[in-house]
């Protein structure tokens, strides 16, 4: 392994073009705003790259702060030198200042905490839960406060001695808030985040002018196709007028002028082409004494052969769906009753219930408005306030608002928050710490090279000073087992076809822990930042896998030897003999792009632990309800539906990459169950597929080929099988799917 390994600054620089080129051209003045907030970032990050400030990679990558400290971190884990807690004070800050009379200045603010008024205003906070630690130096001087009350005075004096040199830059006390509700409901958006997407969504100017032309536009269009039909026959005009014809079609055009000066959504009118403007020009003309144009009389009979005559049974209905459609409410309107609805309820969880926030409109709401009572919300409005529903995952994972693996490991910190809270007795220490843990995990992922490892949360110097404070009676142990088979049920249950995401795997390693279980998850490594060798967790989950799949269809399917996996040999941080057993199934990389031949590696290693799959089952022990045939299914669904958007795709190779690993997840699955049972769904796959598109069905029959192959005992490395295929995620020289038409 090359410990020189360092961060390429190309990929610093490429980023900050980007956020440039947005910053100067975008349309939206907010997306501006935040491009030139990304450029300063990125500007940084560059910057401390240049002076050696900042060691990208490293897990302490700022100089002069240590591993505890929040870094700011931009995308791709890269730090931009400033640490999160620090900047300006914010507004709760400034009022505590001019509330106790001290200057605003970040260590005034510490120091007060320290006394004894500022410690009685900690332990009140304590024991109402109404504050909120948004990262985790903010809870600091809280666990400080607890110590000290618990007669813990060397705990409280350890923690100051690690923040006390960063007292005049960074936030040690916590912000106001509401207390923490049930640990066992979540939801994915706060109310005041829901209002802010709300608020955030722009005016749909082409239905608001569809809207304008139903309205305004085709009632004059009618009025005066009526006139020009009181005198047009076989296109010609009348010599002698119609009493008052004149001053009516005079009318109509000061009518339009009129009209045209207020409603500017629409602008058909103006194009010389359409009807309407052929009708107002005639008259025009004719007024000039130019006479009538050719095309007036061919406008005429389109629009009467087209609607019917105005005032006609067919015309008059058609106008009346019209004007019913286009005098709906706008999207702006009924999003301002949503809005004053909203603003009436706690703005910082979410709700128990969204129907009162999604009902029809109100009486009450209509004398405010305007909007006719009873009127329904568009359903795209109804779709943001789901996002704030307080409910059990299931629950959310049923009703759609999460639906991806990744939504779900962004709210399971909420669940494993309390989970690992409850191995503390006191509520106030208990609640401090759910808190405690939720910022945490909000915490942004380094960049991080040479194998280091991510910071833990029993790092932090406050968190580590109460560790001893955890129950030990086994009690926090069956119920982090408990969250632990429930999260790993609903990843499964929920998004069978999909890999489980690295946030996920954090928080169900964090359970693990909790639960006393030595569990080796093994997260997905980025192919451009690959080391060429891995850690010794994943030869240890290469040989949990072993226990659960040795003399499955899996092992056969993709000619695994477990039994020789097992007598391997970890040689401390790596093991030599896995790298090669991963070089080896990856086949000859030579002359190769490194980047696809680290994927073909990274893919083999995720073959051989399963990618996690198998430490769910053991020793953690998932069995999900709906059996594991059930979930071979869906994800066998979920790689036809993948392989289908290769077609015409400009960029296929990530989706291929997704399909090859649902694929991977249906064959486990399918290995779990028995042989009646596997015959039966590789039936039912066959039978799904042909249901599907030609080029979906050529491209995955030599897939179900190779399986059927070697469920009756054959094997796809004796050539045996000419017309089978193992189907994985990279392939170097171009994979064989693309090539099947």
Not at 342 to 363: C, H, K, M, R
Not at 521 to 527: I, K, P, Y
Not at 732 to 739: E, N
């Amino acid at each position: 392994m090359n410990e020189d390994v360092q961060a390429n600054p190309g990929y610093a620089a490429g980023q900050m073009s980007k956020a440039f080129v947005t910053a100067l051209t975008h349309e939206s003045e907010e997306t501006r705003r935040l491009a030139e907030k990304r450029l300063e970032r990125w500007r940084s990050v560059l910057s401390g790259m240049a002076d050696g400030s900042l060691s990208i990679g490293s897990r302490t990558p700022v100089e002069g702060l240590p591993a505890w400290v929040t870094p700011e971190v931009v995308r791709g884990g890269f730090a931009t030198g400033t640490a999160a807690a620090s900047g300006p004070p914010l507004p709760h800050e400034q009022d505590t200042a001019r509330r106790v009379g001290i200057a605003g200045d970040r260590r005034s603010l510490f120091l007060h905490y320290l006394t004894a008024e500022g410690i009685d205003e900690l332990h009140a906070l304590l024991d109402s839960g109404e504050y909120e630690v948004a990262l985790p130096e903010e809870g600091a001087l809280l666990t400080v406060a607890w110590l000290l009350r618990a007669g813990d005075r060397a705990g409280a004096l350890e923690i100051l001695d690690a923040i006390g040199p960063f007292a005049d830059r960074l936030r040690f006390a916590p912000r106001p808030g509401t207390p923490l509700g049930d640990a066992s409901l979540v939801h994915r958006e706060t109310v005041g985040q829901v209002r802010k997407r709300i608020e955030g969504k722009p005016t749909n100017k082409a239905v608001a002018a569809m809207n304008e032309a139903l309205v305004v536009w085709n009632p004059f269009a009618d009025e005066v196709l009526e006139h020009w039909l009181e005198t047009v026959h076989e296109g010609r005009v009348f010599a002698v007028l119609p009493k008052g014809w004149g001053e009516r079609g005079a009318e109509l055009l000061a009518r339009y002028r009129r009209l045209a000066r207020t409603h500017t959504l629409c602008g058909k009118h103006r194009n010389p082409k359409e009807n309407l403007a052929i009708l107002r020009m005639s008259l025009e003309s004719l007024f000039e004494g130019r006479g009538v144009p050719r095309l007036l009389q061919h406008a005429v009979d389109s629009m009467v052969a087209r609607r019917g005559v105005p005032g006609s049974a067919e015309h008059t209905a058609l106008r009346e769906r019209q004007a019913a459609d286009g005098a709906r409410p706008a999207h702006h309107t009924l999003a301002q009753i949503v809005l004053a609805r909203l603003a009436d309820v706690p703005q910082d969880s979410g709700v128990p219930s969204i129907d009162p926030f999604v009902a029809p409109v109100t009486e009450d709401e209509t004398r405010r408005t305007g909007v006719e009572a009873g009127t329904a919300l568009p359903e795209g409005l109804c779709e943001i306030v789901k996002n704030a529903l307080h409910a059990p995952v299931p629950a959310l994972i049923e009703r759609g608002i999460v639906p991806s693996a990744e939504v779900l490991a962004d709210l399971t910190p909420q669940l494993v928050a309390a989970t690992t809270a409850r191995a503390y007795p006191d509520p106030a220490l208990r609640r401090l710490m759910a808190a405690q843990y939720t910022a945490f995990r909000n915490r942004r992922t380094l960049l991080l090279l040479n194998l280091e490892s991510q910071v833990r949360m029993e790092e932090l110097p406050w968190v580590r000073a109460v560790q001893r404070y955890r129950r030990t009676d086994g009690t926090g142990q069956r119920e982090a087992r408990a969250v632990l088979v429930q999260l790993g049920e609903l990843a499964l249950q929920g998004f069978p076809g999909t890999v489980l995401p690295n946030p996920l795997l954090s928080e169900l390693s964090a359970l693990t822990k909790r639960a006393g279980l030595q569990v080796p998850f093994v997260e997905e490594l980025a192919a451009d930042i690959f080391m060429g060798t891995f850690s010794t967790k994943y030869l240890r989950a290469a040989q949990l896998a072993a226990d659960v799949l040795e003399g499955t269809l899996y092992e056969r399917y993709y000619g695994i030897d477990y039994a020789a996996v097992r007598t391997m040999d970890d040689g401390g941080r790596t093991s030599d003999a896995f790298d090669e057993l991963c070089r080896a199934r990856a086949g000859d990389l030579a002359g190769r792009s490194w980047v696809a031949a680290n994927g073909k590696v990274i893919e083999q290693a995720q073959i051989l632990t399963s990618h996690n799959l198998a430490a769910l089952v053991h020793p953690i022990g998932v069995s999900p309800s709906p059996g594991w045939d059930d979930l071979a299914r869906r994800a066998f669904a979920v790689t036809c539906r993948l392989v289908e958007q290769v077609h015409g795709n400009p960029r296929p190779l990530g989706t291929v990459k997704d399909a090859a690993y649902a694929w991977r997840q249906a064959v486990f699955f399918l290995a779990l169950c028995g042989l009646k049972e596997q015959v039966s769904v590789i039936a039912w796959m066959q039978d799904e597929l042909d249901r599907r598109p030609p080029r979906t069905t050529a491209r995955l029959d030599p897939v179900l080929a190779g399986l059927r192959h070697v469920l009756t005992g054959g094997s796809l490395d004796d050539g045996t099988a000419p017309g089978a295929r193992r189907f994985t995620g990279w392939a170097p020289s171009g994979h064989w799917l693309l090539k099947t038409r």
